[in-house]
C-alpha cells in the first residue's frame, strides 16, 4: 500500500537555527513528491516536485532533496514568517496524490 | 489568473441536513479535484474529474456523496443527511492536463456538522 510518513510530527525552532524534516515513502511507480506549506485555516500552498533520486530544489531558504525512499526539506536560518505546517505527498502511476500528516514547524523569535 | 476559489468559506449545519459546496478552478484547467482534510492530519484524495468526466472516486466517498462538474468548468460537492464525522476541511485543487503533478489548491470549505 502506497504511505508517507513524515517526522517528526511537530518541532520548534529558534529564528535561525536551520533544521531539517524528513518524508519517507513507500509507492509503486514514483511519478513525483511534492512539498506544500500551508497555514492555518488556509489551503495548502505548492513548493516543490521532485521527480528522481539526487534531484534538489531552492527556494529562499527552503531546500529540497530526493532519495529513493526519503525526501528531506532543509531549512536555512529560518525566520517565525517560515512557521506553517510542511506537508509532503506522492504521486503514483495511478495520478492520486497521498499525503503524509505533515510536521508543524513553529520558528519563535 | 485568480487562483481557484471555494465558496462557502465556512459552513455550520445540523446533523442530517444537505449541503453543497462549489469550486472554481483555474481556468483553462482540466482537472479538479476533491480531498477532505482533518485536524492533523495531511488531505485525502475524494474524487476527481478531467474536464466534465468524473475519472475516480474514493472508498471514502459514501453514496451519501456525490460530485459535479457539468460543463467542466466549476464543480459542486453535495454531502446529503450530514453526519458529525462529515466536520472536516474540503479542499478542491485544479491542474492543467499538461502538468497533472502540480496541483494548485482552493482556500477549502471549513464544514460543522452540529
Known amino acids: 500500500e502506497d504511505q508517507v510518513t513524515q517526522s517528526p510530527e511537530a518541532l520548534r525552532l529558534q529564528e535561525g537555527e536551520s533544521s531539517s524534516l524528513n518524508c519517507s515513502y513507500t509507492?509503486?511507480?514514483?511519478?513525483?513528491l511534492f512539498w506544500y506549506r500551508q497555514d492555518p485555516g488556509k489551503g495548502p500552498e505548492f513548493l516543490f516536485t521532485l521527480y528522481s533520486a539526487g534531484e534538489e530544489k531552492e527556494k529562499e531558504r527552503l531546500k529540497a532533496t530526493l532519495t529513493k525512499k526519503e525526501s528531506f526539506l532543509h531549512i536555512t536560518a529560518p525566520k517565525p514568517e517560515d512557521s506553517a505546517t510542511y506537508l509532503c505527498?506522492?504521486?503514483?502511476?495511478?495520478?492520486?496524490?497521498?499525503f503524509g500528516k505533515g510536521t508543524r514547524l513553529h520558528i519563535l523569535p | 489568473d485568480t487562483g481557484v476559489s471555494q465558496d462557502p468559506r465556512h459552513k455550520i449545519t445540523k446533523r442530517g441536513q444537505n449541503v453543497t459546496f462549489r469550486c472554481d478552478p483555474i481556468s483553462e484547467h482540466n482537472r479538479l479535484y476533491w480531498y477532505r482534510q482533518t485536524l492533523g492530519q495531511g488531505p485525502e484524495f475524494l474524487t476527481y474529474f478531467q474536464n466534465e468526466a468524473q475519472l475516480e472516486k474514493s472508498r471514502l466517498l459514501s453514496d451519501r456523496f456525490s460530485a459535479e462538474r457539468p460543463k467542466g468548468s466549476f464543480s459542486t460537492l453535495e454531502i446529503q443527511r450530514t453526519e458529525q464525522g462529515d466536520s472536516a476541511m474540503y479542499l478542491c485543487?485544479?491542474?492543467?492536463?499538461?502538468?497533472?503533478?502540480?496541483?494548485?489548491f482552493g482556500p477549502g470549505t471549513r464544514l460543522t456538522v452540529l
Open positions: 485543487a485544479s491542474s492543467p492536463l499538461a502538468h497533472t503533478d502540480t496541483q494548485y
Open positions: 505527498a506522492v504521486q503514483a502511476g495511478d495520478d492520486k496524490i497521498i
Open positions: 509507492v509503486s511507480g514514483l511519478r513525483g
